[in-house]
Nanobody, 124 residues
Framework: QAQLVESGGGSVQAGGSLRLSCVAS????????MAWFRQAPGKEREGVAA???????RYADPMKGRFTIDRDNAKNALYLQMNSLKSEDTAIYYC??????????????????WGEGTQVAVSS
């Protein structure tokens, strides 16, 4: 299992931007998918975006056009650039990785390792 550490969360005004980072260590050689999930107060954990080693990307509909996921395989790092943030983006954001050989999913149950999360708070 890989170890994941997120960073870059914080408090911003609506319309602002944040860039989240995740660094993987430990058993990383079989990682295919890297993804961001989030969990808002009183809500279920939901997928935000996922990216495979080959660069294939999928976004959840609410994030399309505002968030950009990227990865640096040489650094075992995952990034999420969040622009035009809204109050409803407030959540704990989690990094996750998967050894899946299939197209990367936005379903949490398909991921193997998780970070502790980083808090994002967007105020109006």
């Amino acid at each position: 299992q890989a170890q994941l550490v997120e960073s870059g969360g914080g408090s911003v005004q609506a319309g602002g931007s944040l860039r989240l980072s995740c660094v993987a260590s430990g058993y990383i050689y079989s990682i295919n998918c890297m993804a961001w999930f989030r969990q808002a107060p009183g809500k279920e954990r939901e997928g935000v975006a996922a990216i495979g080693r080959d660069g294939r990307i999928r976004y959840a509909d609410p994030m399309k056009g505002r968030f950009t996921i990227d990865r640096d395989n040489a650094k075992n790092a995952l990034y999420l650039q969040m622009n035009s943030l809204k109050s409803e983006d407030t959540a704990i954001y989690y990094c996750a990785v998967s050894r899946s050989i299939y197209a990367c999913s936005l379903r949490a149950e398909t991921y193997d390792s998780w970070g502790e999360g980083t808090q994002v708070a967007v105020s109006s």
